[in-house]
């Protein structure tokens, strides 16, 4: 018995628009993650700061071993205070923000802003 070419359709018509909705949600959260890191370490990395490091240009690994470090407190974590289009936000550390990311976020932001 033959179906109807729409019940065969249909399924990939999903499937296409799922993995789309997915792939937004994804670039979002990135961009989201971006301008939380630029809110302390500048634009694209370029740290206007004195107490801040920039993390344009550093090698990926360089990028991954700090995350790494911060993650496990292997590293000083003061607090600082971003810089936003409204003055100063709430304080964080490295340790704290190390702490929410997975290890596809900390590939993709160390890619992202070695690039820079």
């Known amino acids: 018995m033959n179906k109807p ?3 065969l ?6 499937s296409v628009m799922f993995i ?5 949600r994804a670039a979002s959260k990135l961009q989201t993650l971006i301008e ?3 809110s302390c370490h500048g634009p694209k990395g370029h740290s206007t700061r004195n ?3 920039s993390l344009a240009g550093k090698p990926i690994s360089v990028i991954k071993e700090a995350m790494a470090q911060f993650y496990y407190f292997e590293r000083h974590c003061p607090d600082k205070r971003p ?5 100063t ?3 964080t550390n490295m340790c704290s923000v190390a702490s929410t990311l997975s290890d596809e976020e900390v590939i993709t932001l160390a890619q992202y802003f070695s690039s820079q």
């Open 5 to 7: 070419i729409y019940l």
């Open 9 to 14: 359709i249909l399924p990939l018509l999903f």
């Open 20 to 24: 789309s909705t997915s792939e937004t």
């Open 36 to 38: 939380q890191c630029e």
């Open 51 to 53: 107490d801040v490091s």
């Open 83 to 87: 810089r936003t289009d409204k003055g």
């Open 89 to 91: 936000g709430s304080s």
